[in-house]
């Protein structure tokens, strides 16, 4: 499958950030609303519920049973879950009505002592979903389309008040494809292979055109 990769972030009014003592050690937690559907959200963007159902369960399923929904902080610019970045892991996500709640422990990695760090301090942090798919606009919404996978429920992030420009990356707008279970990015692949199979005296002309076509898009950006 192919598509542009797509974050979300969620209010903090809708994330709590909780501390557990057990036998003198603390624990620390999100939880909250990470998704929601049939809404329109901050960036113009439309979830429909059954596509939210589908990915939800496929994520318990896949990521959440078997312990491995790990989530970073900050904002990745690419859907795969890097793990010299994780700071959490996801323990529940579930549907409520239009949203889907969620929990996940701080772990104790370095990225994770961060975000211990900052919650101990009061700092304020949001947390951002993460996935790949495809847009079709719809009645003056972007509709989230059936192709749609998750990729991480939350990834933590600064204050989501901040303006969209500090959220929407460039990345955002680049083609991804999963193959062999890695995410690659699409346009790039397809530019090596056709630099590679290129004749010698065909490549400047492969390379100038290419190169005019990635000019296109930035400026498409």
């Known amino acids: ?43 113009g963007r439309v979830y429909p519920k059954h596509v939210l159902v589908r990915e939800v369960q496929r994520y318990n399923k896949n990521y959440i049973q078997p312990k491995r929904a ?22 529940e996500l579930y549907e409520d009505g239009n ?21 101990d301090e009061g700092c304020s942090l949001g947390v951002s979903s993460r996935g790949v798919g495809s847009l079709k606009p719809t009645n003056g919404v972007q509709l989230v389309q059936d192709d749609f996978y998750l990729a991480t ?29 890695v995410w690659t990015e699409l346009e790039y692949d397809k530019a090596v ?3 590679r199979e290129a004749k010698r005296a065909d490549f400047e002309d492969n390379a100038a055109r290419l ?11």
Not at 2 to 29: P, S, T
Not at 70 to 86: A, F, K, M, S
Not at 153 to 177: L, Y
């Open 1 to 43: 499958m192919a598509g542009k990769l797509i974050k979300e972030e969620i209010n903090m009014a809708d994330v709590e950030f909780i501390c557990e003592a057990v036998e003198g050690k603390k624990n620390h937690y999100i939880r909250g609303i990470f998704m929601q559907s049939e809404q329109k959200n901050r960036n």
């Open 193 to 195: 292979k056709q630099l």
């Open 70 to 91: 790990y989530g970073e902080l900050g904002h990745p610019d690419n859907p795969t879950i890097n793990l010299d970045r994780v700071s959490h892991i996801m323990t």
């Open 99 to 119: 949203n889907f709640v969620g929990k996940a422990k701080i772990l104790d990695t370095p990225n994770g002592r961060i975000v211990k760090n900052l919650l």
């Open 211 to 221: 190169f005019e076509n990635f000019l296109s898009k930035l400026q498409n950006l």
């Open 153 to 181: 429920a939350a990834d933590i992030v600064a204050d989501p008040s901040a303006p969209d420009a500090f959220v929407q990356g460039i990345m955002e707008n680049k083609e991804w494809v999963m193959e062999g279970g």
